[in-house]
């Protein structure tokens, strides 16, 4: 993973849809990492990609939505961080992961440090009940 991060990190801005995609399935085609670093990186992987994706201004097509949203409310569900939560949110944002949505909200019914609990929450209202459309 860490040499995918390097790779990604010299993309530019705007990237074509393709090279998203390829990017995107080498990421959940991965088993979700057990320890909270290794969490991290694939958390932070994930934001930098949706974040090229949002920027073309083009949703995410299934059934590549449905891969990264299944494989994200899988990595909301082990042991977590304030970094992976915040970067887990700005995906579920940027890309309209609506089944992850779901998952992150479930969150406060669960024990989380304050910070952790404070992001949730945070997003909660910043995001509102639908995040289905990242451009609205």
């Known amino acids: 993973m860490k040499a995918l991060l390097a790779e990604i990190a010299t993309l530019p801005e705007t ?5 998203l995609a390829d990017y995107l ?8 990492p057990a320890s909270v ?3 991290e990186l694939v958390s932070y992987i994930l934001f930098e990609l949706a974040n090229k994706q949002w920027h073309n201004y083009q949703k995410l097509q299934q059934p590549l939505l449905g891969d ?10 082990g042991d977590t961080s304030l970094n992976v939560i915040q970067d887990l949110a700005g995906v579920i944002g940027m890309l309209g992961l609506t089944t992850s949505y779901e998952v992150f909200r479930n969150l406060i019914n669960t024990e989380q440090q304050e910070d952790v609990m404070m992001e949730i929450l945070g997003t909660i209202t910043e995001y509102g009940d639908d995040v289905s459309n ?3």
């Not at 399935?25 to 979700?32: E, I, N, R």
């Not at 990264?68 to 990595?75: A, I, Q, Y």
């Open 15 to 19: 990237v074509s849809e393709a090279s």
């Open 37 to 39: 670093a290794d969490r």
């Open 68 to 77: 990264v949203d299944s494989f994200v409310s899988k990595l909301l569900q």
């Open 25 to 32: 399935q080498q990421v959940v085609s991965t088993t979700v």
């Open 134 to 136: 990242p451009y609205k």
